[in-house]
């Protein structure tokens, strides 16, 4: 089974709760939206941040939202060796004991104790797409980018939900690798 599918890049970002919102940016401050996003309600905001590491520091990173109930950083392989951290490679929300960091803002600094992790690849699917596909969530796939690099991405983490739209996400590494530049499509291979 071979489906096409869009393939983006989730750059390096930061998920914030209500608190570490006003913490960082002053009480009763919200996030202002720059953007929407390509997954339904889900946008960049006008707020950036700092990441501090033992090593340096990564200025002005994204902030996406709306507001989550667990603060979360995603950065990339390189993102880590940057800030002189290990983060673990999971699945978005796998927060429980990951690396801790430092966040700092116009209004505060954060120290987390747990948050930073190198998200999975993975495919978001609508319910539609999962039955039409037979992909059940959290089921491993393979992706297939058709261009000259001609790369086969393995462990790609199906996640299907009816706040998705369907669309498979690469960190800035992978899609780099891939010579995903623009409006860039893969095809999903089931596995046996």
């Not at 369907?166 to 899609?175: I, P, R, S």
């Amino acid at each position: 089974m071979e489906k096409k599918v869009i393939v983006e890049t989730s750059a390096r970002h930061i998920h914030l709760t209500k608190a570490d919102i006003e913490t960082l940016f002053g009480k009763g401050k919200t996030l202002t939206v720059r953007n929407m996003l390509s997954q339904p309600g889900q946008f960049a905001s006008e707020e950036r941040v700092d990441i501090v590491g033992p090593k340096n520091t990564i200025k002005n990173v994204l902030i996406l939202g709306p507001e989550r109930k667990a603060t979360q950083v995603e950065v990339s392989l390189t993102d880590t060796r940057t800030l002189g951290i290990k983060a673990p490679v999971r699945e978005s929300g796998d927060i429980k004991d990951s690396t801790p960091i430092t966040l700092v803002g116009p209004a505060g600094q954060l120290q987390l104790k747990e948050g930073v992790i190198v998200a999975k690849r993975h495919l978001h699917l609508t319910p539609e797409d999962a039955r039409d596909w037979d992909i059940k969530n959290g089921e491993v796939v393979m992706l297939r980018i058709d261009n000259e690099r001609g790369l086969i991405f393995d462990n790609v983490v199906a996640r299907v939900s009816p706040d998705y739209a369907t669309a498979v996400h690469l960190d800035t590494d992978e899609a780099n690798a891939a010579g995903c530049s623009g409006e860039v499509y893969g095809t999903v291979i089931k596995k046996q």
